[in-house]
């Protein structure tokens, strides 16, 4: 018992640090979509900066899994959270592009620390056999970051603007610090012995599966506040009840929930009825959603396509997480590390696209195809477990 409560501690406290970290990170995908004009922004600017952040990690994931090897987890995780609060004041000061792009730099190089840390607190603290739980409440409850970071931040942008919403964004955020430092310190764990060199086919595989999930996912949160404006610009009068960056900041809030409440159930379905096959259900239905997108409607109509696009984002991200897990840590980690190289390219793609003059309604034809090419990579990934 007495164990049990020191784990939901060190869960709360941790999971919570996290959340408050991802305030400013999040709000910026809700609005910087419908306001990168007004700051003197052009289209590719938006993609860059929505995913430079994701690009630095591939090298930031090894400085911070070496410097927490080596150093006090709960200094580093301190450290990190507050930084990453200071990135959200400079977002506040509308920097030129130059120091924009550095400040997103800088929250990469911090959530390497505070995701690497936040995991191995709640993993350290756990009972043994119960890690995945901890895990879990970790990522719900940090997720909570994410939904408030879209739907208030979008919110206080259109009632207060730029400045104010980043300001009191990085100002909440610095309540992680608080947070990170009171988490006890973990007890060191052996890592996992590296993979063979027999490996690679297996882990390529997985990483596709994880890149193609995160990038069509990106392709569509980045460009979601364009394909809005595209849509409803002419009918959001600055009278309407709902500004475009409400609107946008709400709907992407919606992955988030979606994320919290709706994964164990996916996982469930996919037990009963096999991971292979409600993949394949999910790509078809993904694929589905985004046609809708693609076809103008009303807003009901569009929002509902949007929403149901991230249930079946959400199904995929915990079916594909869950089969990569049960082969070991290898393919977990090959399938996390696709998963952010696909979240980092799909809004450079996305926005670079818009770039050259298409519509964000035909933007999502992408998507569409990247789920045709994920019934092939899926059917290669299910057919041989052990290969």
């Given amino acids: ?9 060190v869960t709360w406290l941790v999971s919570g640090a996290t959340a408050l970290s991802l305030l400013g990170d999040q709000a910026l995908y809700a609005v910087l979509p419908t306001e990168y004009e007004r700051l003197g922004l052009a289209p590719f600017h938006v993609g860059l900066l929505l995913s430079v952040n994701r690009w630095i990690r ?3 994931n090894s400085l911070a899994a070496w410097a927490l090897e080596r150093y006090r987890v709960r200094v580093l995780f301190a450290i990190s959270c507050f930084v990453g609060s200071l990135t959200t004041f400079a977002y506040a000061l509308l920097p ?14 911090c959530w390497s620390f505070i995701r690497h840390s936040g995991i191995a607190e709640v993993t350290a603290s756990a009972a043994t056999g119960r890690e995945s739980r901890s895990v879990g409440v970790y990522n719900g409850i940090a997720r909570l970051g994410s939904l408030v970071g879209n739907a208030v931040g979008g919110l206080l942008v259109d009632l207060s603007g730029w ?11 610095l309540g992680a610090v608080p947070l990170a430092g009171a988490a006890p310190s973990r007890a060191k764990r052996p890592s996992p012995p590296a993979p063979g060199g027999r490996m690679w086919r297996r882990l390529v595989l997985v990483a596709s599966n994880g890149w ?14 364009a394909l809005l404006t595209e849509r409803l610009g002419a009918q959001r009068s600055e009278g309407a009840l709902l500004g475009l ?11 988030w929930v979606l994320e919290g409440v709706g994964a164990p159930g996916f996982g469930a379905l996919a037990d009963r009825y096999g991971r292979d096959r409600l993949t ?3 790509l078809i239905g993904g694929g589905v959603f985004l046609l809708l997108l693609w076809r103008p409607s009303p807003l009901p109509l569009l929002a509902g396509a949007v929403i149901g696009f991230f249930a079946v984002a959400t199904a995929l991200n915990t079916i594909l997480t869950s089969e990569a897990a049960l082969r070991g840590s290898a393919s977990l980690a090959a399938y996390v ?5 696909g979240a980092a390219s799909g809004p450079l793609l996305a926005w670079s696209l818009l770039e050259l003059g298409l519509l964000p309604s035909s933007v999502l034809l992408i998507g569409v195809l990247l789920y045709g090419l994920g019934l092939f990579l899926s059917a290669r990934f299910f057919v041989n477990p052990s290969a």
Avoid: H, K, P, Q
């Fill in 212 to 225: 193609l999930v995160g990038c069509v996912a990106g392709i569509v949160m980045s460009s979601l506040g």
């Fill in 96 to 109: 030129a592009f130059g120091w924009f792009l550095l400040a997103r730099v800088v929250w990469g190089l």
């Fill in 1 to 9: 018992m007495e164990r049990s409560r020191r784990t939901l501690g």
């Fill in 163 to 173: 400045f104010w919403t980043f300001l009191l964004m990085a100002l909440v955020s």
């Fill in 337 to 341: 590390t696709g998963s952010d190289l």
């Fill in 245 to 255: 960056a409400t609107l946008n900041g709400l709907l992407l809030a919606s992955r």
């Fill in 58 to 60: 591939f090298l930031t």
């Fill in 280 to 282: 394949r259900c999910s």
